[in-house]
């Protein structure tokens, strides 16, 4: 009689990984997604190497089908994420690469060698040199981790990489209701993405900025001057946008430090146009458009970070 033998999805399926009916790749196979750290048992190897037989439940619900073993972990090899027991900042991290070469584990923050950091000078012009330096690195313009297709744009993902190496919390996945709930309470939950964590596009981030980015130092300014002034002085400022349409996408990109070849436009001493840096449509290292007016979005907001 076969050994049976337990599992989970590991981490080199993030986003989760599809049971199917049949060891195919297409869409008439699939059955559900299960998400990382999702137990299955093993039944059988199938005649298609390396899928595997495997039976598991799901919210509830017992399910039978086949999955690619290589997506899998003994049960005990997988390390879970740690859990949190407060509403703190939460970023999926992976063992394995996630760079700015490709769209791989998107949910994930960067881990590439010797990728840069803000830092932490009492000089303002050090500060801003190293955003400035952030901004050149990320290379928005060129790598495939921003570039759009023909259906999604990848501001969100942009303004998450570029905070999250100045070292300020902007949620690239946040923390599901029930999740909430449970921490509120005390109870630990562990960070598994599709399960107690799910992505954020720039709709939400709006609303996580007015519900949440006080508790994470964002302070909402109506000034624009104030906005770039914060930026020039090497503080992360960021523009957010909510679609009047739910079911598209909205925008968010930082406000960054102005260098000697790339200016905010003013009227006077007054910025009217806030120098930007951006993944969308059309990507740009720099710009200085005033998109936010343009009809499209119901709210908009500016936000700096006092960190």
């Not at 023909?150 to 990489?161: E, H, L, R, V, W």
């Not at 720099?286 to 500016?302: I, L, S, V």
Request: net charge positive; hydrophobic share 35%.
């Amino acid at each position: 009689m076969a050994t049976i033998t337990k599992y989970r999805v590991g981490d080199k399926a993030p986003q989760g990984l599809h049971i199917r009916t049949e060891p195919i790749v297409n869409n008439a196979t699939k059955i559900a997604i299960l998400p990382m750290g999702h137990p299955v048992t093993k039944k059988a190897e199938s005649n298609v190497s390396p899928w595997w037989e495997v039976s598991t439940t799901l919210d509830g619900a017992n399910v039978d089908g086949f999955v690619s073993s290589q997506f899998l972990v003994r049960d005990s090899l997988f390390s879970p994420p740690q859990p949190k027991s407060t509403i703190s900042a939460v970023h999926l991290i992976s063992s394995q690469p996630v760079a700015r070469s490709n769209k791989a584990r998107m949910a994930y923050a960067l881990n590439e060698e010797g990728q840069p950091k803000r830092k932490r000078s009492e000089s303002k012009s050090e500060r801003a040199n190293s955003l400035t330096a952030i901004i050149r690195w990320l290379d928005v313009e060129k790598k495939a981790r921003y570039l759009s297709t023909a259906q999604f744009t990848y501001c969100n993902i942009y303004a998450y990489d570029y905070c999250y190496l100045a070292g300020v919390f902007l949620p690239r996945v946040w923390w599901s209701v029930a999740a909430l709930t449970k921490l509120k309470k005390g109870t630990a939950v562990s960070p598994i993405y599709g399960s107690t964590v799910g992505e954020l596009n720039a709709n939400s981030l709006f609303n996580w900025l007015k519900d949440f980015g006080p508790k994470f130092g964002w302070r909402r300014t109506l000034d624009l001057t104030e906005a770039q002034n914060a930026a020039n002085g090497g503080k992360v400022v960021i523009i957010c946008a909510k679609n009047k349409n739910p079911n598209r996408s909205g925008h968010i990109c930082p406000i960054v430090p102005e260098t000697p070849s790339a200016k905010a436009i003013r009227t006077g001493s007054k910025v009217a146009r806030p120098l930007q840096s951006q993944a969308g449509r059309h990507n740009r290292k720099y710009q200085t458009m005033q998109w936010w007016t343009n009809g499209t979005f119901q709210d908009w907001g500016w936000w700096i970070n006092e960190d």
